[in-house]
């Protein structure tokens, strides 16, 4: 840091060097300053503002120190070559008594400072400190904080985000941390509602309380008044306690039962859907700790599959009545959410990877009984989604005349968001299900999905949002649900195949997906189309754009189609194997749709094991470019353990049939990036 280097003040001057603190924090608000334009000036800020916290004077170290802490939220990591400046003197803080309120008001600056430095600078840098903060954390939160410290919430926020950085170490923790937040929602909401001319009420010196005078038909003026501090408390509680359950997942199962039962009595919570909402994702958060945790444990499921019901219950239950009573659809969009959510948890639930689709069978199932009231209720939210989006774009159809055309429909859509956010999380929900009980789903889906997405592929002038969203649906039912889903091939194939030359990416990409689908799980009805579909995809594969970041999820799926067609196509005369294969070849490894790679690079093994000529060329041509791939894949982990332990026993074989000269050019033109190359060489011998 530049010594000297600082903002153009007298650091004497108390009131001036506290405004300048104070608009450096204004100038680095997180969610509102990009990281690009704070960095080049990071260096002589944060010079300015350690010089401000050596004044000794509290007003200007509190601005200070919330000024450093926004800047290290903005620039993250890049804040790593700062940490040594300023992380001794925040501890420092943070070491003196406490035993007035202006110096309790600079240690909760502090504590801010530290949690949010820690969770932007990551273990590595703050590993050396994690100990003592954690211990700090245990210490304060045993001391009993009263009601009114300023440090209590932040230490609350500062637990979450150092529990983030730290993650399963932080478990130690948890007995300290969960019980405050635990009585914060034991609290009751007190409110009163009393006639105007009584005055204030109960609590009129209570900030906490806040009254409205409402005009009430046929009985007057009544003043309300309600306790929205333990409203704002319970929110904040419901939040982190979902923030300790995603992190610590299975660390925090001895905790699991005690907060789900709060959970499922605030998703009923009468005074906020804040709240009701932020309970129901906790609730989804909680079930994946108690059913991996019981997995680590060795002991049966059976407490997670009665969490499973009686959330799900709870769940429909609330999400029926804000239906019911029209609330606003992104409070419902969060209770779709949160069941697909727990539906998710289900599908996932045979291991602990929640990012790539699961080679283990679930382990935690929805109830038979519970598939079909799912499935009416999902179905009837979307139905009325799927009306309201389409009554919008009438409206403006017949107002506008002949100005209603593309630009204005992007325009609804924009508009429409909430109800386009709505329609994902449940087609998500519908696709976890279909998922996870496969053809066994089907009776329900064909009562109630089935006739909605119909209709709308059938339909004229659809948005391609909702056309999107069926393509998507039937994917996974052809996907998953064999013969019982071939009944909707006529219908939905026709549209993927259309959908491959679609201006919308996100269509294209859905519909690509589908036509791989059909040609593996359908072959004979691939066999009528199998030409077209074919040419439209070998033609996205050839889009001089067809790598760009918004085509390169259609382009890679459409490799993945290919690939599929010759395998399960190559006999026919129609399918030119031999040209398509080295094409195919070209666009590996996939990097973008790790769910596409690992299928894809699947299928190269097999091909390579073969000794597939079409795709190795004459004389074993193209087997330096093989090799290049096949290294890319295993120094970039794009392939499941299986694949890429065969994959391994292959490059071991093959590097031995050329020269050292070609085995150095594989790794000079590979497109990994410079810090596998080191690992590639190694994997070479070169």
Known sequence: MQEGAGLPLNLEEGNAATHAASAATVFATPDKCEEEHLAPHANILLSALCDLLKSGKQSIQEEALTSVACV?????????????????GIKGILSRSADTREARALSARAIECMG?????VGMAKFGKDAEAAMQMIIKLQSAGLSDDDPRAPQLMQCSVRICKCVGAGFAVCLPQVVPPLMRALAEKVDYSVTDVEEGEGAGAGDSKMDSVVIGIRGIGDKRISLNTGVIDDKLMACNLLREYATVLRAKFLPFVDATAKAMIQHVDFKFFEGVRSSAAMTLAALLRCATEGLRHAGKDQSYAQQLLQSSMQVLLKRMQHEMKTESESDT????????????????????????????????????????????????????????????????????MGALFDESAIEAIEEDLEVEEELMIEIIDALGYIIKTHKESAMPMFDRTFGPLLTKILRGTDMPNTLVWNAVCAFDDVVEHCGAASHKYVSVCGPKMIEGIDSKDRFVRQAAIYGVGQIAEKVPAYFGNVCANALGRLVKTLQRPDAKDEDNLSATENAVGAIGRICAHHGARADVPVQTLLPMWLSFLPIRDDMIEAYIVHRQLCTLVSGKNSMLLGPNNARLPQVLKVMCEILVEELADEPTRKTIAGLVISMKSAVSAQVLQGIVQSSAARPKHHQKMRALLGV
């Open 72 to 88: 290290a939220k903005v620039i993250e990591a890049d804040f790593g070559r700062y940490y040594d400046h300023f992380m001794p």
């Open 116 to 120: 949010l430095i820690a969770e932007s």
């Open 332 to 399: 419902v969009a969060c209770f779709a959410e949160a069941i697909k959510t727990v539906l998710e948890v289900c599908y996932r639930s045979g291991s602990d990877d929640i990012e790539h689709e699961p080679t283990r069978p679930a382990v935690l199932r929805l109830p038979d009984a519970m598939i079909g009231p799912t499935l009416q209720l999902l179905c009837g939210c979307a139905g009325a989604s799927v009306q309201r989006r389409l009554a919008a774009m009438q409206e403006a159809r017949e107002s």
